[in-house]
């Protein structure tokens, strides 16, 4: 059978509709092409940026501190890695669930409590009824944190965050201080070298291809390596807990208000041990009294009363007012300008020698010996020797000492004489160990710091000598006698030849002095090799019979005592005589 095509008859098209189609076509490819230029041209620096965040992400540095450590490298101050756990109740979803599922607060607090070892009920609390930003706990560890990561829970962040600890507690309190709750320093080191301990690290953009796959930048070999530096110090860890124990026994025995003991390193200035006490507790700094967070001990000034006597006798010696085998007159007073001066138990000592005059702390033989030097030159050592000037140092910034107007000293006779046992002027307890340091080390003024490498930072010249070798190898003997058989006997240990002095001054009030007494005593060992100075004082000891032999003295001999076994000093076999050794 033949088959037949069907015929399809054309017929033209209709000109409305062609006309409808070649406009909607035009409006379609001007459409195109405004919404071409508007991101081409209008749109192109907001999509750039949208395409950056993207492709790229930005890592940011936390504020971070160095590390603070000791001389043989133990912690002192470290920032801990912690966590802040934030929840957003709308967000709540787990693995596998849809996309358009919500978990409930109890579900998610059933998931996160035996992690947090929280109870679920404590837990339930922090939400109240919010759906959002809620804070459920702060110092999170990083072995928690990665738990709770890997729960995989949808509405749970978690912050890092940096936070400092002190695992030695109050042992260095008075020395490095802490920081606040912001990660800013407040107080000691903390403060005063906040600069050196910050971490200044900038932020890096990391690009990355549609994959997540970092691609290479110009980003410098540097910029994403951790800062691994550290703030060494010069103390050790171990006398300074002996210190430590040695003091605080004594303030508590004596209730006193206060106390302070150093050893230094007399060629170098390095401080081995600085503590005080009262003290407190860094890693809960809110729990204390604010005056506690003060370094008195550069701060605060005070009259050093006897110990000054042994720096007087080398003033004296310098000038040659006095021979070296002389003797004086003490019958337990003296009248100067119209006041009457006495020895601190209103006795006389006979025709004594100057060693005598160290032994039993005379202050009337003192005065005399100290107005054969003209008042003049008397202000004028006072003045050089920086008394009345603030000591520059790696410590909190210190206050300068006070000494009378020149006019003053030099006119009236009283103040020469009371200067002369260590009263009428005041200085830092800082500064009382620089000077007897220098009587130590042949003369020399060294500074007293505890960061590493901070005595070649300001010595780029050779040191300043402030008494001869000669004046202060004598009186390093005459204050051995004071040790041997005078007010420092307390001291003595056998086998090694301990230099000292003791103090005993009455504090200062409105121009009046009081019942109150500061109690000290200053030690150098040993004898015939110069290397260290101890200082210890008690502040307001408040029983009776509270002198620097009774109060002071047993502080520094538990100290040198650790001392010599820490730093391995050998006993003396002979007596060679005192080796003075140019710092």
């Not at 003045?383 to 006119?411: M, P």
Request: charged share 25%; net charge positive.
């Amino acid at each position: 059978m033949k088959k037949y095509k069907k015929l399809v008859q054309i017929l033209p098209l209709d000109q409305r509709r062609f006309k409808i189609l070649y406009i909607f076509s035009l409006l379609l490819i001007f459409g195109l092409f405004g919404r071409l230029v508007r991101l081409q041209v209008f749109n192109a620096s907001d999509l750039r940026s949208e395409a950056r965040l993207i492709q790229s992400s930005k890592t940011t540095s936390l504020k971070r501190r160095r590390s603070i450590v000791d001389r043989n490298n133990r912690l002192i101050a470290y920032d801990k890695q912690l966590y802040r756990l934030w929840a957003h109740p709308k967000y709540f979803n787990f693995p596998g669930d849809s996309i358009r599922g919500i978990r409930s607060i109890e579900e998610v607090t059933e998931k996160l409590s035996p992690i947090l070892n929280l109870k679920d009920e404590i837990l339930l609390g922090k939400f109240k009824n919010k759906v959002n930003g809620i804070k459920l706990l702060d110092e999170i560890s990083e072995e928690k944190a990665k738990n709770i990561i890997n729960l995989q829970i949808s509405g749970l962040d978690l912050f890092k965050y940096s936070q400092r600890y002190y695992p030695q507690g109050e042992l260095y309190s008075n020395l490095v201080g802490f920081v606040n709750d912001e990660n800013k320093g407040s107080a000691g080191l903390e403060l005063h070298l906040d600069k050196k301990i910050k971490i200044f690290k900038k932020s890096n953009l990391i690009k990355r291809g549609g994959d997540g796959t970092p691609l290479p930048d110009n980003s410098g070999p540097g910029d994403f390596v951790s800062d691994y530096k550290t703030l060494g110090l010069t103390i050790d860890s171990k006398l300074q807990k002996a210190s430590f124990n040695a003091l605080s026994k004594q303030v508590n025995k004596w209730k006193a208000k206060r106390g302070f003991a150093i050893v230094m390193d007399v060629n170098n200035g390095e401080i081995i041990s600085l503590v005080t006490t009262p003290s407190y507790d860094p890693n809960k700094f809110w729990q204390y009294d604010p005056e506690l967070f003060k370094s008195w001990y550069s701060q605060d000034l005070f009259e050093p009363g006897s110990t000054f006597k042994p720096i007087n006798l080398v003033l004296a010696l310098e000038e040659k007012v006095i021979p070296k085998n002389g003797f004086v007159e003490d019958i337990g007073k003296i009248n100067v300008g119209g006041w009457t001066l006495f020895n601190w138990n209103k006795k006389g000592n006979g025709y004594i020698d100057y060693p005598k005059v160290l032994q039993v702390s005379s202050n009337v033989g003192m005065v005399k010996i100290m107005q054969n030097l003209d008042p003049t030159t008397y202000w004028n050592w006072l003045n050089n020797l920086g008394i009345n000037k603030k000591l520059v140092t790696d410590l909190y910034e210190s206050s300068a000492g006070q000494l009378k107007r020149k006019d003053l000293f030099v006119n009236q006779s009283i103040e020469p004489a009371v200067a002369s046992f260590g009263k009428g002027f005041s200085i830092s307890p800082l500064k009382l160990v620089q000077l007897h340091a220098a009587i130590a080390n042949g003369g020399y003024e060294v500074t007293p710091h505890v960061t590493s490498g901070f005595q070649e930072r300001i010595n780029k010249h050779s040191k300043k000598q402030l008494f001869s070798m000669e004046a202060s190898k004598t009186v390093l003997e005459w204050m051995e006698t004071v040790v041997d058989k005078g007010s420092g006997s307390g001291a003595k240990i056998e086998g090694y030849r301990i230099a000292g002095k003791t103090g005993t001054s009455q504090k200062a009030l409105n121009g009046s002095y009081t019942s109150k007494k500061v109690c000290s005593f200053v030690a150098t060992l040993p004898v015939n090799d110069p290397k260290y100075v101890v200082l210890v004082v008690v502040d307001e000891p408040s029983k009776s019979y509270a002198y620097g032999s009774t109060v002071a003295v047993p502080v520094a001999k538990e100290i040198i005592e650790s001392l010599i076994v820490i730093e391995k000093i050998p006993p003396r076999i002979k007596d060679p005589g005192i080796i003075v050794k140019k710092p």
